[in-house]
């Protein structure tokens, strides 16, 4: 570190050392009348003491695919994957593991310790009868049971059950970087023969949405009666973020290109055929860091899908959140804030990496679902060491499958996410690296005051 900007850096540390000691004195207030407490005993290895302090934060939820009350409800998620090919999940997210068990006794107070298909017909009469009790206010009786104030339910659209302030909205900008013929890049492989298409469909409800009823003859226009009043209107509408799940369909190796370039291979295939990768490609990245500063000047957060998969052809290596550098070191995008969804997964360490940098944030969202508690908590000893107040609480929270709602995987998320966040933080305590002071504070900050700050919540 350059001699000359110490005296900056530590002004910095310690304003947000302040504030987040602030925070934290007003978070003691709201955890002692809170109704969350641990679920089950304390972790192997976690002080108990850190244990019952994180079980109590009303927490930011900063990923889910919460689903409104709306019967059959299509609004959760822009690629949905059950179009795609049957492939293998991870250990964790099958029916069997024990944590779905705990879940349903937690939220449903399901009595048995098995789930035998007597007791499937029982636990299903329960959760539908809660469902129809509980109406349009079945979401916030979820996050009351879970101890979450606020939710980030990232949706084509919101729906029923789901309003501010308990529900904040994250929409998809990915449609917007597919204005052209997408047959090429479809073909690719079978599963993005499936994805493309709906990402085709929703390009085509956001511009209905703007009454527009086909594609602008020019780029500039392009950009001046699609894009950006797409933006606005989903801002406009109570959207805190734009999310890419772009990882799907292609690599985060989003390059700085011209505008004259983008704008001629717009004009060359507007009026029909099919870009070739390479010119498609140009395309994207173009649009990829448009629409990102578009939505810095606006206020919203963009948030990338960076993890190991899903499907049968997904593409890891593409995932690196490194291939993102060059993105957050554009100076006209310094104004953005980009949080790496799902923390890189595999990549978690890049991921750390690259919060050396000012408008980047990670959060925990599927780890807390795909990784048990020991790993996510290795994890978070890396991130907390080195940017703490970048560091985002998420559970990734979606409909898994009949049995397994979005509110099952909420409550596993957020027990998941606790239980590793004290023992990362009981591990630190422990080797003199915080003190407990320090790892309350922490704790408070991943929980809800990071969150708070980032998307201008103004929690108390």
Not at 205 to 228: E, G, N, Q
Not at 309 to 317: E, T
Not at 428 to 456: F, K, P, W
Request: hydrophobic share 45%; with cysteine; aromatic share 10%.
């Amino acid at each position: 570190m350059a001699k000359s900007s110490s005296g900056r850096f530590w002004k910095v540390w310690m304003d947000s050392w302040t504030a987040a000691v602030a925070l934290f004195a007003s978070t003691l207030a709201l955890s002692s009348c809170s109704g969350a407490e641990p679920a089950g005993p304390p972790p192997n290895g976690a002080d108990p003491g850190i244990s019952t302090f994180i079980a109590r934060i009303r927490a930011v939820d900063n990923h889910t695919h919460a689903n409104s009350t709306a019967p059959g409800d299509t609004d959760a998620d822009a690629l949905p994957l059950d179009g795609i090919a049957p492939f293998e999940i991870p250990a964790t997210l099958r029916p069997d593991n024990p944590a779905w068990l705990a879940a349903y006794q937690a939220l449903y107070k399901y009595p048995h310790s098995d789930l035998s298909d007597a007791r499937l017909t029982e636990l299903r009469a329960t959760m539908q009868q809660v469902a129809k009790d509980q109406g349009d206010r079945f979401p916030a009786w979820v996050l009351d049971q879970i101890g979450t104030e606020v939710l980030l339910a990232n949706r084509i659209a919101m729906g029923p059950g789901l309003a501010a302030p308990r529900v904040r909205w994250v929409s998809y900008a990915d449609p917007l970087l597919l204005p052209l013929a997408t047959t090429i890049e479809a073909a690719a492989t079978p599963d993005r023969q499936k994805l493309f298409p709906l990402e085709d469909a929703l390009l085509k409800r956001y511009l209905a949405d703007l009454k527009v009823s086909r594609l602008p003859a020019t780029f500039d226009a392009y950009l001046k009666t699609v894009v950006t009043p797409t933006l606005e209107a989903q801002r406009t509408a109570g959207c805190i973020a734009v999310k890419f799940e772009i990882a799907y369909l292609r690599a985060l190796d989003f390059g700085d290109v011209p505008v004259e370039q983008a704008s001629t291979i717009y004009a060359k295939y507007v009026g029909g055929g099919a870009p070739p990768h390479v010119e498609y490609k140009a395309l994207q990245d173009f649009l990829f860091r448009f629409i990102a500063r578009e939505a810095g000047r606006l206020g919203m957060a963009v948030h990338i899908h960076s993890f190991e998969g899903a499907g049968n052809y997904f593409d890891v290596a593409g995932a690196d959140p490194l291939l993102l550098e060059p993105v957050f070191d554009d100076p006209s995008l310094r104004q953005t804030n980009f949080v790496i969804v799902h923390g890189g997964g595999v990549f978690a360490e890049h991921a750390g990496a690259l919060l050396w940098k000012p408008n980047v944030y990670v959060d925990t969202s599927l780890m807390s679902l795909a990784y048990p508690p020991s790993r996510l908590a290795a994890i978070l000893k890396l991130w907390l060491t080195q940017y703490p107040e970048r560091v985002l609480f998420g559970s990734d929270a979606v409909a898994l499958g009949p049995d397994m709602g979005w509110e099952v995987a909420a409550w596993v998320g957020a027990r998941n996410v606790r239980s590793a966040l004290a023992l990362a933080l009981s591990d630190l305590v422990r080797g003199g690296d915080v003190t407990r002071q320090q790892a309350e504070v922490i704790a408070t900050q991943v929980m809800r005051g990071n969150a708070s700050r980032l998307y201008r919540l103004d929690l108390k």
